[in-house]
Nanobody, 121 residues
Framework: QVQLVESGGGLVQPGGSLKLSCAASGRIFMIYVMGWYRQAPGKQRELVAISTSSGTTNYGDSVKGQFTIIRDNAKNSVYLQMSSLKPEDTAVYYC???????????????WGQGTQVTVSS
């Protein structure tokens, strides 16, 4: 079994910063892609940022230059440093990992339970 546990969400004022953390645990052979998605009320889940095992990163257009994804392969963890937060960044943020549990297992995607980020004065 694999679990993704997020932390770091909360209430922050516009212009503020917040750092989200996600740690993967369980039977893990290789994590290929790890990253963050978000879903605001009434909207579809959208890409925030992802990081591949080779170090390539990709950001959603709405957060480029504002958010930074940091990956720690040794800890099977990924972080999202968010700055200059705006009310439109309010959403539930989900951690995602695309991984193999064993050498012979197929690649499977896993989701965390989500952490709420609210940007409001």
């Amino acid at each position: 079994q694999v679990q993704l546990v997020e932390s770091g969400g909360g209430l922050v004022q516009p212009g503020g910063s917040l750092k989200l953390s996600c740690a993967a645990s369980g039977r893990i052979f290789m994590i290929y892609v790890m990253g963050w998605y978000r879903q605001a009320p009434g909207k579809q889940r959208e890409l925030v940022a992802i990081s591949t095992s080779s170090g390539t990163t990709n950001y959603g257009d709405s957060v480029k230059g504002q958010f930074t994804i940091i990956r720690d392969n040794a800890k099977n963890s990924v972080y999202l440093q968010m700055s200059s937060l705006k009310p439109e960044d309010t959403a539930v943020y989900y951690c995602n990992a695309d991984l193999q549990s064993t050498l012979m297992a197929r690649q499977v995607g896993y989701w965390g339970q989500g952490t709420q980020v609210t940007v409001s004065s």
